[in-house]
């Protein structure tokens, strides 16, 4: 293996592995091969693949349960008070991420990319998909196509050049992943908003103190 090949690898397993193993994100799913940080605190993935599939679970958890918090009479919902014209609904972004999954994960297994009716299916998916249960559906396929995708990473060819990569500047598997779930949770980050705006609290920020409590007073 590729000196580079190594120290990437090795940058990679530890800023993901720091992340996994953070409080506030729980205990790994089932199943998956961990082993202790160097101060014999939480366990954390302990492989590559066991690291990006770990990442990617975080991601399904908090987006998969913030789209499905948000009531169906308001999947066609979308800011308005400030500049938000021409924005998704949170319909389309929801449709958005999952059909990014698509492309991207997709590219990782070889398949051949879909051919959309239109630009505007090419990055929200589907007309067909309308109602949230066929829209969760989406969602939850495009996350299941992800773990499949990831499942046949390893250190050897996470980082070699793909023949077919989904975009110019993602050229290797881990960097797909990678970006991946950095755009999945920009859109998550923009979908919290349209849960707030309409007065539903995101689940993950449930049953968490307050980020800013009322001053204690003065003794």
Do not use: W
């Amino acid at each position: 293996m590729r000196l580079s090949t190594r120290v990437g690898i090795l940058l990679l397993a530890g800023s993901l592995g720091m992340i996994a193993s953070s409080p506030q994100q729980g205990a790994p799913p089932g199943g998956y091969p961990v082993g202790r940080n160097q101060t014999g605190g939480a366990q954390v993935p302990s492989s590559i693949t066991a690291t990006l599939d770990f990442q990617l679970s975080i991601e399904e958890r908090e987006v998969i349960g913030l789209a499905d918090a948000m009531p169906e009479d308001k999947y066609s919902f979308a800011p308005t008070n400030g500049e938000f014209k021409g924005v998704r609904t949170f319909a389309q972004q929801v449709k958005h991420i999952a059909t990014v999954n698509n492309r991207f994960f997709g590219a990782i297994l070889g398949q051949p990319a879909a051919t959309p009716g239109s630009q505007f299916e090419a990055e929200n998916g589907p007309d067909s998909i309308q109602t949230k249960a066929q829209i969760m559906q989406y969602l939850r396929d495009s996350f299941a196509l992800g773990h499949k995708a990831i499942a046949t990473i390893n250190a050897d060819n996470a980082f070699e050049l793909m023949k077919t990569p989904p975009t110019p500047f993602l050229r290797t598997p881990a960097a797909i992943v990678i970006f991946d779930c950095s755009h999945t949770m920009d859109h998550y980050g923009q979908m919290v908003v349209y849960l707030r705006a309409n007065g539903i609290v995101p689940p993950a920020s449930r049953q968490r103190p307050p980020a800013n409590p009322p001053s204690k007073p003065l003794s």
